[in-house]
């Protein structure tokens, strides 16, 4: 029996659900349009809408695939099954068919039409929890479909339960539908049950029921209409009809192991393989390295492409070769690969030139220290000021046969630095610290009435991403995909400038926070706040959680001006303004 290759598969799967009734919609962008989420994660984030009551324009039964990232699985990447870039199989229902149709499709799909042996297939469901029931309804499913109770087996809403993607949306409980890739119990014996985490079983299917509605605060509610998303990485699925144990030894990345040639190292080989694949997608979406935000994921994963190209004393000639096989690979479905991809390789190259400078500088003080001691201290040194990796100073000393001492000290000062970092950007996010003059404040007030502004003429879509003051000016970071027009520059400052002439009282009150979420609030979306937060509200205006200090009215203030806009990084736009006389 032959067996089908990655794109005959992907072909499948659009196939048998469009001719179930569905309608194939092409990938979205990585850079999703909720600004809660650094990128698009799963199938179903450009469908949102049409699961809380909004017409789909494509009727109420859809099918895709979709190009995805989640950063979540980053130090997960280099065994047998996890990724950071990955295509999504689904097929979605808004408010027509539901779990017992659901259950069907996938069963027929994977048995029928992909061939997968019953009895390498089990199944999960939610088995209830606090005040939400066992999903009943799903487990009677499965066994109407033949499917033995030996391999159904009942997890909570750690495993089987999915959603919201972002802040708030639709969520509810799973299937999940397991695939046995070695037939054989670990250690557990009877105990090996999916879930298990040996590598006996992969999944490969998420069926979530969106019967509930989560908010911003956690609180659910039954949705008017009842939806299906199902999830299903590609890459997995075509492990399983491989029938391989690992998604490193499919079509899908044969390429690329080829060229690496490092079987002797099969973890670097894969984590190489796997960031290439995911550089490369997020290049052509727009993205630049940068140290923040969507930038910062980029600029992680190609250092960590260099580190291991390093470490595995390969040509950077290599990583090249990579890119062009991505692009070669994929240039039937994405085209636009090929048609950036002498800026992506350029877009790498010079990131490449930009590692190597700093190597070069942090190799200067290794030379100096390494005979004297190398210590766990001297390592985060190079790390924290010249960006150098623990592996590539592992690497230098191993080749000099050297030893790091104390190399706990390393993760000590390090987990000290992620909380100084932490605590520097409440301060920051927050405006200004005690004890500020009285221009910072008032031009920490001037933020707040910004912030408002730009929300009010280009859209709620706006979110703070950091500012910074001096006494001369603000510094105001928000999420925007283009530049401001004229127009729009002088609209902000007009409404300012009219809310600084109203001489509008600035309320500062203490409040849960749930509270203060719920009574519209802004905060700044990726920060931690404490369960009371300080919100301050001019007028009707503006509702922000923020440490403070403020004026007491905004008649206090001069009149704004903004300086100058500009662009940080993809969809990141700054504006420098003063107050003046």
């Known amino acids: 029996m032959k067996i089908m290759d990655s794109k005959e598969i992907r072909k499948l799967f659009l196939e048998f659900f469009e001719n179930n009734g569905h309608k194939i919609v092409s990938s979205s962008s990585l ?23 909004e017409k789909s324009p494509y009727g109420n039964r859809v099918v895709s695939v979709q190009k995805c990232i989640r950063t979540s699985d980053i130090d997960e990447v280099g065994d047998e099954s996890h990724l950071t870039f990955f295509e999504m199989l689904g097929n979605f229902s808004f408010g027509d068919y539901f779990k017992k149709e659901t259950i069907e499709m996938a069963i027929e799909f994977l048995t029928k039409k992909c061939r997968l042996p019953g009895q390498k297939l089990w199944f999960t469901y939610f088995s209830g929890q606090n005040d939400l029931l066992e999903d ?23 495993t089987n339960w999915w959603g919201p993607t972002g802040n708030e949306g639709p969520c509810g409980p799973t299937v999940e539908i397991h695939f046995d890739l070695t037939g054989k119990p670990c250690d557990l014996k009877d105990k090996c049950l999916p879930n298990c985490k ?12 969106n019967e509930y509605y989560q908010n911003q605060t956690g609180e659910l509610s039954l949705l008017k209409q009842k939806g299906v998303d199902t999830g299903m990485g590609l890459e997995r699925l075509v492990t399983a009809c491989q029938k391989k144990e690992s998604v490193f030894e499919t079509d899908l990345f044969e390429p690329f192991v080829k060229i690496i040639n490092r079987y002797d190292n099969p973890v670097k080989q894969r984590i190489i393989a796997d960031h290439v694949r995911s550089a490369v997608f997020l290049i052509t979406e727009g993205i630049k390295p940068l140290n923040v935000e969507r930038g910062y994921i980029l600029r992680r994963l190609l250092r960590k492409i260099f580190t291991n190209i390093e470490i595995l004393e390969l040509g950077k000639d290599k990583i090249y070769e990579l890119v062009k096989v991505v692009i070669e690979n994929y240039n039937g479905i994405y085209p636009e690969l090929k048609q950036n991809g002498e800026d992506t390789i350029s ?18 003080i290794y030379d100096k220290i390494k005979e004297s001691g190398l210590t766990g201290a001297y390592a985060f040194e190079l790390y924290s000021a010249h960006s150098i990796p623990l592996e590539i100073t592992q690497e230098w000393a191993r080749r000099d046969n050297k030893e790091i001492k104390n190399i706990n000290d390393f993760y000590k000062l390090q987990k000290e630095h992620q909380e100084i970092s932490r605590a ?7 405006g200004v610290g005690k004890g500020a003059s009285l221009e910072a404040i008032k031009l920490h007030t001037a933020t707040h009435l910004l912030h408002a502004s730009l929300r009010k003429i280009l859209g709620d879509e706006i ?14 970071d928000f999420s925007f995909n283009r530049k401001l027009s004229e ?21 500062k009150n203490e409040l849960p ?49 903004i300086m100058k806009q500009e662009s940080v990084g993809s969809g990141i736009r700054r504006i420098k303004a003063k107050l003046s006389l």
């Open 347 to 364: 877009i790498i190259r010079q990131e490449a030139e930009k590692f190597d400078k700093a190597k070069e500088a942090g190799r200067k």
């Open 136 to 158: 009943i309804d799903s487990k009677n499913f499965l066994l109407e479909n033949k499917i033995s109770p030996e391999r159904i087996f009942p997890f909570n809403k750690e």
């Open 424 to 430: 520097g950007a409440e301060k920051k996010f927050g």
């Open 487 to 507: 127009q729009e520059i002088r609209q902000v400052e007009d409404l300012v400038n009219q809310k600084i002439r109203e001489n509008v009282m600035i309320i």
């Open 31 to 53: 850079i999703p349009t909720d600004p809660s989420v650094l990128f698009t994660t799963a199938g179903m984030q450009q469908f949102k809408p049409y699961f809380v009551g």
């Open 463 to 476: 979110k703070q991403m950091g500012s910074d003051i001096t006494p001369e000016r603000l510094r105001f």
């Open 198 to 209: 040996c590598g006996r079983f992969v999944e490969i299917w998420n069926l979530v029921f």
């Open 513 to 561: 926070l749930k509270e203060a979420l719920n009574s519209g609030a802004t905060a700044f979306f990726k920060e931690k706040y404490p369960d009371i937060v300080t919100v301050y509200s001019i007028g009707e205006f503006s509702k922000e959680i923020c440490a403070g200090p403020h004026v007491t009215q905004t008649g206090d203030l001069d009149n704004f001006k």
